[in-house]
């Protein structure tokens, strides 16, 4: 029975059934005092504090995270061309670029 129908069966018996309507309300739950609303408002309100500094915290880590990973990238792109160069030189040395100064084994002009 919802609380409105429960109010019309209630209204004729006087202020006793008005005064037994609240008293219902407030045992089951559906009429809390001010205290209360107040305290499950403060529960809510640092839940949420605390989930938006815990959102933060994370969006903060991301951020340090994606700048290591730059870096971290960056890195690696400038090892990778020092070996290249590495490679390029190490090959010149044993004569194993063709066309180059060192490269023995191109012949000589005809004459």
Known sequence: MSDLSAL??????????IVTLIVLLILRGSLVSRAVLEDVRKDRDAR???????????REAHRESEAA???A?????ELVELARIADHVLRAIRGEVPGDAMDQTVAAPPS
């Open 73 to 77: 990238q960056n890195q690696v792109g």
């Open 69 to 71: 990973r730059i870096e």
């Open 48 to 58: 949420v504090a605390e989930l938006v500094a815990e959102r933060n915290a994370w």
């Open 8 to 17: 019309a069966v209630l209204l004729p018996g006087g202020a006793g059934a």
